[in-house]
């Protein structure tokens, strides 16, 4: 399977806890994105990375999240003292990086902060 | 105002009906747009691109007003399978994609 995987595909943990999510994406997409959705709602962009550079992270983002992409391949998103607003889908996606092209998503993380 | 607006809906159809939705988008500088469908807990994926002169992929027709800042979407003839969430989906500057609450059509037999 050459799509974008994500693990886990489910998470619970409890408020408190820190919780590390992970999305390798397709081989020869430089851009990955991170994308959180709770039901009822479309997805809302965190932050995204052209290689291994972070080039923008939402103004919603608190300081208890982060993301990496250490070598431009995969990332890792960290949620740290996770509260139970935080329970939501960590979808991630990629694409080649030009212009109007489409972004190719994972299945998801689901989280679930008790 | 949001980035991307769009009435969730649910729109009920009937099969073989043609339905039609709107979102509009604040950013006047967007030059990217698009429709992705979800189904129930799935990923989304892309539908299709909306370009200034609209576009038409069988059943499905997008259209873009540039000078009211709307995309809109229609569906002919739909059918059972038709049934998802239709997320419209915005450049917002910076390569960053902005996506819409989605509106969600139900095709009823």
């Known amino acids: 399977d050459t799509g974008v995987s994500q693990n886990p595909r489910h998470k619970i943990t409890k408020r408190g806890q820190n919780v590390t999510f992970r999305c390798d994406p397709i081989?020869?997409?430089?851009?990955l994105y991170w994308y959180r959705q709770t039901l009822g709602q479309g997805p809302e962009f965190l932050t995204y990375?052209?290689?291994?550079?972070?080039?923008?992270k939402s103004r919603l983002l608190s300081d208890r999240f982060s993301a990496e992409r250490p070598k431009g391949s995969f990332s890792t998103l960290e949620i740290q003292r996770t509260e139970q607003g935080d329970s939501a889908m960590y979808l991630c996606?990629?694409?080649?990086?030009?212009?109007?092209?489409?972004?190719?998503f994972g299945s998801g993380t689901q989280l679930s902060v008790l | 105002r949001k980035e991307v607006e769009q009435d969730p809906g649910p729109f009920n159809v009937p099969e073989g009906a043609t339905v039609a939705f709107n979102c509009t988008y604040s950013?006047?500088?967007?030059?990217?747009f698009f429709w992705y469908r979800q189904d129930c807990r799935k990923e989304p994926k892309l539908l299709m691109s909306?370009?200034?002169s609209g576009n038409e992929d069988g059943r499905f027709t997008a259209q873009l007003n540039r000078a009211s800042q709307y995309i809109s979407l229609l569906i002919r003839d739909s059918k059972l399978s038709d049934s998802a969430t239709y997320l419209c989906v915005v450049e917002g500057g910076n390569n960053r994609l902005a996506f819409g609450k989605g509106n969600q059509v139900v095709v009823i037999p």
């Open positions: 081989s020869e997409h430089n851009r």
């Open positions: 909306v370009y200034s």
């Open positions: 990375f052209q290689n291994e550079a972070q080039l923008e």
């Open positions: 996606a990629s694409s080649l990086g030009k212009t109007n092209e489409k972004l190719f």
């Open positions: 950013n006047s500088a967007s030059q990217s």
